[in-house]
């Protein structure tokens, strides 16, 4: 599982994350409204409504947007019907490459991501080429100022699969239907989380340099640069010495 929470660490690296967050409210709230148009408004009983809820909350979302967001949702969103689709293809390489999309307009969207792809030496691919590749996990991400040992043993006793370190951060990995449970006991013990999520986790890793590596950052940024991507997963790894290179 080495470096597949690469591009959230490239991500913060670069400092792409605050110079964007309005299209990541965008995004989190047709999240939000979408999770409470399919499962309701009650987010003790939406575990969907509720991870979005908890992701919108740790990017400072004010209350008011997320409680307009759901009752958005909860009210049928008239005149807008969004469709949740993910596209398959590779990038720079061969690498791996999954786009989870909602959208108002399917003929746009394709459009849209396969113009990315191709301007990007990538190409899209066939329905199910590539999601084999990846396994569905929640993704519990610590600074390592937390004591390993004890974090370690106190994930493992909440029902967590694996507890690791990866690019200077440690990550608890647990299955989809326990993500929510374990967070909340590692919470109640005193760990405090930098970030949380369910997320698609690559079985294996492409390692990249010079151009690929140059082409797969640039992929990645347009894709989910666009307003009807939700998320974009993939399996590259670009060393640390690399990254250094095109900053």
């Known amino acids: 599982m080495s470096g597949h929470n690469k591009w959230s660490t490239i991500k913060?690296?670069?400092?792409?994350?605050?110079?964007?967050?309005?299209?990541?409210?965008?995004?989190?709230?047709?999240?939000?409204?979408?999770?409470?148009?399919?499962?309701?408004g009650d987010a003790a009983a939406n575990p969907?409504?509720?991870?979005?809820?908890?992701?919108?909350?740790?990017?400072n979302m004010p209350k008011d947007n997320i409680e307009r967001a759901i009752k958005k949702g909860t009210g049928g969103m008239e005149g807008v019907t969004y469709e949740e689709i993910t596209y398959e293809g590779y990038g720079p390489g061969g690498v791996a490459v999954l786009v989870e999309v909602m959208t108002d307009n399917r003929n746009r969207t394709v459009s849209d991501?396969?113009?990315?792809?191709?301007?990007?030496?990538?190409?899209?691919?066939?329905?199910?080429?590539?999601s084999w590749m990846f396994d569905q996990k929640g993704l519990i991400v610590f600074n390592t100022s937390?004591?390993?040992?004890?974090?370690?043993?106190?994930?493992?006793?909440?029902?967590?699969?694996?507890?690791?370190?990866?690019?200077?951060?440690?990550?608890?990995?647990?299955?989809?239907?326990?993500?929510i449970e374990v967070r909340e006991a590692l919470e109640k013990a005193g760990f405090a989380y930098e970030s949380a999520e369910i997320t698609k986790i690559p079985q294996t890793m492409m390692k990249l340099e010079g151009k690929s590596a140059e082409n797969m950052l640039k992929l990645m940024e347009r894709l989910e640069d666009n307003d009807d991507v939700q998320n974009v997963y993939a399996n590259f790894d670009i060393s640390t010495e690399e990254m250094e290179k095109m900053m």
């Not at 670069?14 to 999240?31: H, V």
């Not at 969907?48 to 990017?59: H, N, P, S, W």
């Not at 937390?146 to 951060?169: H, I, N, P, R, T």
Request: hydrophobic content about 40%.
């Open 12 to 40: 913060h690296k670069k400092g792409a994350a605050d110079a964007k967050r309005g299209k990541i409210f965008t995004k989190l709230i047709k999240e939000i409204s979408v999770a409470a148009k399919l499962g309701g």
């Open 48 to 59: 969907r409504l509720r991870t979005a809820m908890d992701k919108a909350k740790a990017e």
């Open 113 to 130: 991501v396969r113009s990315i792809f191709t301007k990007c030496n990538g190409n899209m691919g066939e329905t199910g080429c590539v």
């Open 146 to 179: 937390v004591e390993f040992e004890k974090l370690f043993e106190a994930a493992l006793e909440a029902g967590a699969e694996d507890v690791s370190e990866e690019d200077e951060q440690y990550e608890v990995i647990t299955e989809p239907s326990a993500f």
